[in-house]
């Protein structure tokens, strides 16, 4: 099966050759940073973690989002998303392995990794968030393995597999609560200290995955003779609203408990990525961006004929991944540092390195998942 | 042959997971020979180690940085003289930003720019110690929240995690500063290795040879004092008993050691 891989046409070697160079250099970049030190990235004292942390962050989200097909078609037998399940797998099959790879750049002794598991510590959440993490990756392992070579072979997939993909359910979410108890479980640091970000991950999440696999469903099926159907996209249209609808009406929740219980630690966060604060304000056009995409997506979601439309539908579902990523993967990690908890603002943007090395690590991802996609792909053509 | 792809890939891979692990043992050896017998008579030994510092004596020194300059020779802190890399253990922060909740418009001028000395709370619930991955920050039985700079894989979680700003990483290779500045490093305590996080150790290598911490020796301005709080007979506990005394961030229930005179 996986020799499949090795078979594609100028277009396929073109992409994944591109990909290789990206990762080749930001390869050239890690060795620069890993003989002098994370002192290259833009990450200070008073800023420890930054853009590796919170591109982790936000493709823990991408990750656990493939339980949005999965829970439809196993628990609901919503047959419409039999032919993309195997999508949402490899995906987050991809988005585990860059999760992996962001946090091994971002430590400071990288070799030293091993000592989470010579030392087990139950009562660290990072800890978990490593258990989590691997198992959530053997599960789609496996699965994704067992049941497409079932379908290459035109015969059912073993019994064995139905508790294991049951088991992958609960697992996804999991994986987003912990990531976001290493954060909301920090009395020190009042931006994350709330109960609702966990839920608000979750949320985020079950937006900016399914909007990512409508946009690569449109993708493949360019590329490929393969296509899951039309129905399949809408369903993960209205999923896409009502968990977009979700995520900004838990940032409101926050919102409101901050302002109107007007506690100044909590205020000044947010003050810090709307408005600016002591006259820092980095983020404050990024995050506007992000408040104005997703306003116009939510827009084009909910009236339902904008969604039915696909191409609307696939500007609709860019804004909600961009406005999300923003949100995720540039404003919630480095806010909960800015203000530091002395009070003073300490900025943080990435530097140039620190995006080439992050930018490998996504081309990591993304060649493994077209490599994948290349394999399902040609098995689903055949049979076709 | 004897051996299949998997096989050999298995092999390999337990292999570059040995070599891995192995690094990890490389620990410093003391340059100081001491014997154990010499070392348990000598050592200052508590239940609960704390300090009180007074705000207002310190003040009256007028930017002295003695215990500071003390504390950082000691210990092979290098000065970056960059607030992006920097690494301090105990240092100068205005009266506003370490007790930033209590500070308020009417406060007087002076006051409110007042240096007050902050360094590691060796707090008795230390969310460092709580969140660590491999317990490479420990509470030890004295109560010191201590760094076992050999397990620290460099997360920075414990930063994240301490309410006080108290922990530094080392962004940098530290031994490079002392070449390049041609500084001496103190043979009798390590330096650091890049991409580990330290902090403020109370001293815990100079009580094991019956010292006090070196900031404290270092003050004349009998500003500092350090002591077992569980001894009722003991210094700290009757200055904490007679005089008005305020910890950095209570709320949080960190149950902070470091105990401020005003």
Redesign the interface.
């Known amino acids: 099966m996986l020799e499949k891989a090795f078979y594609g046409d100028k277009k396929y070697w073109a992409w994944l050759s591109f990909l290789a160079l990206v990762i080749f250099v930001g390869l050239l970049f890690y060795l620069r940073q890993f003989n002098e030190g994370l002192t290259i990235t833009g990450l200070k004292r008073d800023v420890t973690w930054g853009f590796y942390i919170a591109q982790f962050t936000f493709l823990v989200g991408v990750a656990a989002s493939a339980v949005m097909v999965v829970l439809p078609y196993y628990l609901h037998n919503y047959k419409a998303f039999g032919k993309i399940t195997i999508l949402g797998e490899f995906v987050a099959i991809g988005s585990v392995l860059m999760c992996m790879l962001f946090i091994f750049v971002d430590m400071g002794q990288p070799f030293r990794i091993v000592n989470v598991f010579r030392y087990p510590t139950f009562n660290s959440l990072m800890f978990w968030d490593t258990v989590a993490l691997g198992g959530y990756l053997l599960l789609n392992i496996v699965i994704s393995r067992v049941t497409l070579s079932s379908e290459r072979k035109g015969i059912a997939p073993p019994g064995w597999i139905k508790p294991i993909i049951i088991i992958s359910i609960p697992w996804a979410i999991s994986i987003h609560t912990v990531t976001a108890f290493l954060y909301s479980g920090l009395a020190a640091r009042s931006f994350w200290l709330t109960a609702v970000l966990a839920p608000r991950f979750l949320a985020s999440a079950f937006a900016s995955g399914p909007a990512l696999l409508i946009l690569i469903v449109y993708i493949v099926r360019k590329v490929s003779k393969f296509d899951p159907g039309k129905d399949a996209v809408q369903k993960l249209a209205v999923i896409v609203t009502y968990a977009m609808s979700m995520n900004i009406f838990l940032i409101l929740m926050e919102i409101f408990t901050a302002f109107y219980g007007n506690i100044p630690e909590h205020m000044r966060h947010f003050q810090y990525l709307f408005v600016g604060l002591d006259g820092y304000n980095t983020l404050v056009p990024w995050m506007w961006t992000s408040v104005i995409l997703a306003v116009v997506s939510l827009i084009l979601l909910i009236n339902p004929k904008t969604r039915r439309n696909e191409t609307v539908l696939g500007f609709a579902c860019f804004f909600v991944f961009l406005s999300i990523w923003i949100d995720k993967g540039l404003g919630m990690v480095v806010t909960g540092f800015v203000p530091n908890p002395l009070g003073k603002v300490i900025e943080y943007w990435p530097t140039f390195p620190e995006i080439m090395i992050s930018l490998g690590v996504y081309a990591i991802g993304i060649f493994l998942i077209t490599v994948f996609y290349k394999i399902a792909l040609s098995v689903r053509e055949r049979i076709a | 042959m004897g051996i299949d792809r998997r096989g050999f890939i298995r092999i390999a891979g337990l292999t570059a ?1 040995g070599a ?2 192995n ?2 043992f490389d620990h410093a050896v003391a340059s100081e020979e001491i014997t154990e017998e010499g070392l348990v008579a000598a050592s200052l030994k508590a239940h609960r180690w704390a300090m009180v510092i007074d705000i207002k004596k310190c003040q009256e020194q007028h930017g002295c940085t003695k215990c500071i300059d003390a504390c950082h020779t000691v210990h092979n802190v290098p000065d970056y003289e960059n ?5 301090k253990w105990i240092w100068h ?1 205005t009266y ?3 007790f ?2 209590q500070e308020h418009e009417h406060l007087p001028e002076h006051l409110r720019h007042l240096p007050v000395l902050v360094l590691c709370n060796h707090c008795d619930n230390p ?1 460092c110690v ?7 920050t420990f509470q030890r039985n004295d109560g010191i929240v201590a760094m076992d700079m050999h ?7 414990c ?7 108290s922990r ?6 530290p031994k490079r500063w002392f070449e390049e500045n041609d500084v001496d490093i103190n043979k009798s305590f390590p330096t650091r ?5 330290e902090k403020c150790n109370f001293c815990a290598e100079r009580l094991v040879k019956g010292q006090i911490p070196a900031c404290v020796e270092a003050c004349e301005a009998n500003a500092m004092f350090f002591g077992d709080l569980d001894d009722p007979d003991s210094e700290v506990r009757e200055i904490l008993s007679s005089r008005f005394s305020i910890r950095r ?1 209570p709320n ?3 149950l902070p050691q470091i105990y401020y005179l005003l």
Request: charged residues 25%; glycine residues 8%; aromatic residues 10%.
């Open positions: 997971f891995m692990s690094s990890v607030p992006k890399d920097e690494i922060e506003e930003h370490t930033h909740e969310p709580r969140v660590c991955p491999t317990k490479a397990r620290c894989i460099g997360c920075r979680y930063v994240a995690a301490c309410p006080y700003g530094s990483f080392n962004w940098r290779e290795t890049r991409g580990v996080v961030k949080l229930g960190t």
